[in-house]
Antibody, heavy 123, light 114 residues
Framework: QVQLQESGPGVVKPSQTLSLTCTVS??????????WSWIRQHPGKGLEWIGYVYYSGSTHYNPALKSRLRMSVDTSNNQFSLKLSSVTAADTAIYYCARDRGALSSPGWFDSWGLGTLVTVSS | DIVLTQSPDSLAVSLGERATINCRSS????????????LAWYQQKPGQPPKLLIY???TRESGVPDRFSGSGSGTDFTLTISSLQAEDVAVYYCQQYYSTLSITFGQGTRLEIK
C-alpha cells in the first residue's frame, strides 16, 4: 500500500521560497508509470493542481504558477520536491502530494494522497 | 483551461435516499480514439485528503462501496449515491484529465444529511 508524506516549514515569509518534500513508501518512483504530483487547497476552498514530476525528472506545471515553480525528483531517497518562489499570502494553503497512476500513458487520476501540510505565508 | 461546474453547491439528503451530484465540463472530455471519458470523482471528509471514488467517469476504484456510481459522457456527468449512509457526508469533487496541459477540478459539492 503506497503512502506519501509531506514535510517542510509550516510558515514562510512573503517573497521567500516555499519548499516541500514528499516521501513515498510502498512504491518506487523509479519504476516509472506514475506522475508524482502536487495539489493545493486554500483554506475552506477547492482543489488546485500545481504540477507533476516524472521519474525521469520531466515536469509539467500549472500555467498559472509556472513562472514560480520548480519540481524535482530524488529516486535514491524515493522523494520528490516542490519549490514555489516569491510567495504571497495567496499561496497560503494545504499542500498535498499525490500519486497519479497515469491514464493510458498520460496523466490521469490521483489514487493516493498524503495527509497534507498547511503552509502559511506570513511575516 | 477546461472549466468544470458542479451542481448543486450543496445538497441535503435523508439517510437511505439517493444523492445525485452533477458535473458539467466547458468542453468534451470524451477522447474519440478510445471512447473514454477523462473524468474522475473524489470524496473529501473534513480534515482528510480527497479519496478517489471513480475514474474513466464510471469505473469504481477498488474498495469503494457499490452504492457509488458514475455516469455520463462528453460534457455532462453524474455521481450517484444510491442509498445515503451517515459516513457519506463529505465534499465531492470532479476532476478532468483530458487536458493534461492543466488538470482541473470542479468547485465541489457539499453533501449533508437532511
Amino acid at each position: 500500500q503506497v503512502q506519501l508524506q509531506e514535510s517542510g516549514p509550516g510558515v514562510v515569509k512573503p517573497s521567500q521560497t516555499l519548499s516541500l518534500t514528499c516521501t513515498v513508501s510502498g512504491d518506487s518512483i523509479s519504476s516509472g508509470g506514475s506522475y508524482w504530483s502536487w495539489i493545493r487547497q486554500h483554506p475552506g476552498k477547492g482543489l488546485e493542481w500545481i504540477g507533476y514530476v516524472y521519474y525521469s525528472g520531466s515536469t509539467h506545471y500549472n500555467p498559472a504558477l509556472k513562472s514560480r515553480l520548480r519540481m524535482s525528483v530524488d529516486t535514491s531517497n524515493n522523494q520528490f520536491s516542490l519549490k514555489l518562489s516569491s510567495v504571497t499570502a495567496a499561496d497560503t494553503a494545504i499542500y498535498y502530494c499525490a500519486r497519479d497512476r497515469g491514464a493510458l500513458s498520460s496523466p490521469g487520476w490521483f489514487d493516493s494522497w498524503g495527509l497534507g501540510t498547511l503552509v502559511t505565508v506570513s511575516s | 483551461d477546461i472549466v468544470l461546474t458542479q451542481s448543486p453547491d450543496s445538497l441535503a439528503v435523508s439517510l437511505g435516499e439517493r444523492a445525485t451530484i452533477n458535473c458539467r465540463s466547458s468542453q468534451s472530455v470524451l477522447y474519440s480514439s478510445n471512447n473514454q471519458n477523462y473524468l474522475a470523482w473524489y470524496q473529501q471528509k473534513p480534515g482528510q485528503p480527497p479519496k478517489l471514488l471513480i475514474y474513466w467517469a464510471s469505473t469504481r476504484e477498488s474498495g469503494v462501496p457499490d452504492r457509488f456510481s458514475g455516469s455520463g459522457s462528453g460534457t455532462d456527468f453524474t455521481l450517484t449515491i444510491s442509498s445515503l449512509q451517515a459516513e457519506d457526508v463529505a465534499v465531492y469533487y470532479c476532476q478532468q484529465y483530458y487536458s493534461t496541459l492543466s488538470i482541473t477540478f470542479g468547485q465541489g459539492t457539499r453533501l449533508e444529511i437532511k
